[in-house]
């Protein structure tokens, strides 16, 4: 038993040095520099005039907001499909947490979905504005 966890422990340790081989490193800069560089972006953007594009940057929230939306519904689905079977097969303690855990769980779900919204809605009027 020593000897498997002894080699569970080493096996965890290599993987964790081999993580650490492929951090992304970083440099350090002057405070100099880092004003410099965002002089020079603030530049750019006045020299580039504007180079947002609107149905571009549409796109890719929409991508966004359908992956967000997504995993919502799917963790919803999930934490309720669980919530389903532990109380059909629960004893009647299991039973008693699950309908301590059924408010919350609604209000999460509430929470959620007001929240892609609320965002749809301000996208959607934002879009008009402009």
């Known amino acids: 038993m020593k000897q498997i966890s002894h080699t569970i422990i080493k096996i965890l ?14 440099e350090a800069s002057f405070w100099g520099d880092i004003f410099q ?6 530049a750019d953007g006045k ?3 504007a180079v947002l594009d ?6 890719e929230i929409d991508h966004i907001y359908n992956i967000l939306l997504a ?10 499909a ?7 097969f629960g004893s009647i303690e299991e039973q008693a947490k699950v ?3 059924l408010f919350p769980y609604i209000i999460g779900c509430i929470v959620v979905f007001s929240a ?6 301000a996208i959607e009027i934002l879009s008009q504005i402009s």
């Not at 340790?13 to 970083?26: Q, R, W």
């Not at 609107?54 to 796109?59: I, L, S, Y």
Request: charged share 20%; net charge positive; hydrophobic share 50%.
């Open 71 to 80: 995993l919502g519904v799917g963790l919803s689905v999930l934490v309720g």
């Open 37 to 42: 560089q965002g002089d020079d972006f603030i």
């Open 54 to 59: 609107g149905d571009k940057m549409k796109k």
């Open 116 to 121: 892609f919204a609320i965002w749809k809605l």
């Open 99 to 101: 309908k301590e855990t």
């Open 13 to 26: 340790l290599i993987i964790i040095i081999i993580n650490f081989a492929f951090i992304p490193t970083s």
């Open 82 to 88: 669980v919530l389903g079977i532990k109380y059909m």
């Open 47 to 49: 020299s580039q005039g």
